[in-house]
């Protein structure tokens, strides 16, 4: 077991712009359904890349650490959407942040499960010796992505959160668990496609597609498979609810009241009223304004994702 490895310090970063819930863009959309609980959201602007909301969440939480950039062995995460569809983003805070050439940059895409495996993937490299120390980070720009004539598309936030991992730190790694339904993988999908919401004569691009099979999938299982890496978490290690807070991707109010009621964690921060679904970024930007608040000893990351992917992972306070 891992008991020695842990989180340095933390960062997030988040776009100026403020969209509210009567925005012209949403006049569109059907009702909202399950997808409910916004106040307003933050989104990038045009001329702003996804990549400039890393780089500012790497160098709060490298700031955080009190670790130089150059000290950083090995860089992991995930920028989506992209400036380009390839490299990934991830090069190019390796050469903004100035890592040494020979740290390893490692994109994980698993959207949205990319905080939860990049982290647990850092931690056990730090363990196996692979490195001293590594940079988390994970930055989303999804309200580019979506269509605006899907329901989904009313909470969707742009963010960026960031931690340092290494021997020590606040937040200790315990032990981690997931779960796949891979037969379900096209279930929710990103296609090359004209959104339904868009003016006359615009091009395809890459557009989020959320339909009948993604809600009869969500339905399904995004309480259900949540509920069983908690317990099935919990019990290994003997823990109760009442000891444990859980930090996760947050989609919507309902689906958040839902797991309290389902799960019964000791603390569920939030910040879907007041920054929406910032999706793959959501939990480190949670963890990033919520870790030193939190009372419990324990914590449990959970990210759930477009390939019906399910991923835990349990920290203890040290």
């Not at 950083?72 to 992209?82: H, W």
């Not at 990049?118 to 363990?127: D, G, H, I, K, R």
């Not at 991707?249 to 000791?266: D, G, I, K, T, Y």
Request: charged content about 20%; proline content about 6%.
């Amino acid at each position: 077991m891992i008991t020695d490895v842990g989180i340095l310090g933390f960062g997030h970063a988040l776009p100026d712009t403020v969209r509210h819930n009567d925005d012209p863009l949403f006049a569109a959309l059907p009702p909202a359904g399950p997808f409910t609980g916004f106040r307003e959201r933050r989104v990038l602007a045009a001329g702003e890349r996804v990549e400039d909301l890393g780089l500012r969440a790497a160098r709060a939480a490298l700031a955080d650490a009190g670790v130089a950039a150059g000290a950083i062995d090995r860089l992991y995460g995930a920028v989506s959407p992209s400036e380009h569809l390839l490299p990934s983003g991830l090069f190019a805070l390796h050469a903004e942040l100035g890592l040494r050439r020979d740290a390893t940059v490692v994109p994980i895409h698993s959207d949205f499960t990319n905080f939860v495996v990049a982290l647990t993937s850092a931690c056990e490299a730090v363990a196996a010796g692979r490195c001293e120390r590594a940079l988390v980070v994970v930055a989303a720009g999804w309200s580019r992505l979506v269509d605006y004539a899907d329901a989904g598309a009313f909470g969707i936030g742009d963010g960026a959160g960031a931690v340092v991992v290494g021997r020590g730190g606040s937040l200790r790694f315990v032990d981690e668990l997931g779960e796949t339904h891979g037969e379900l993988h096209e279930a929710m999908t990103v296609q090359v496609r004209r959104p339904k919401h868009a003016e006359p004569g615009t091009d395809p691009r890459p557009t989020f597609v959320f339909e009948a099979a993604a809600r009869r999938v969500y339905a399904e299982l995004s309480t259900a498979a949540p509920s069983r890496l908690w317990t099935a978490l919990l019990a290994r290690h003997g823990l109760s609810p009442a000891e444990v807070a859980l930090v996760t991707h947050q989609p919507n109010r309902p689906v958040l009241e839902a797991w309290q009621r389902a799960l019964s964690p000791a603390e569920l921060p939030s910040v879907v009223e007041a920054l929406g679904n910032c999706t793959l970024a959501t939990s480190a930007i949670v963890l990033s304004l919520h870790a030193r608040a939190l009372q419990s000893r324990h914590v449990v990351l959970m990210g759930f994702g477009c390939g019906q992917n399910f991923a835990a992972l349990l920290l203890r306070r040290a």
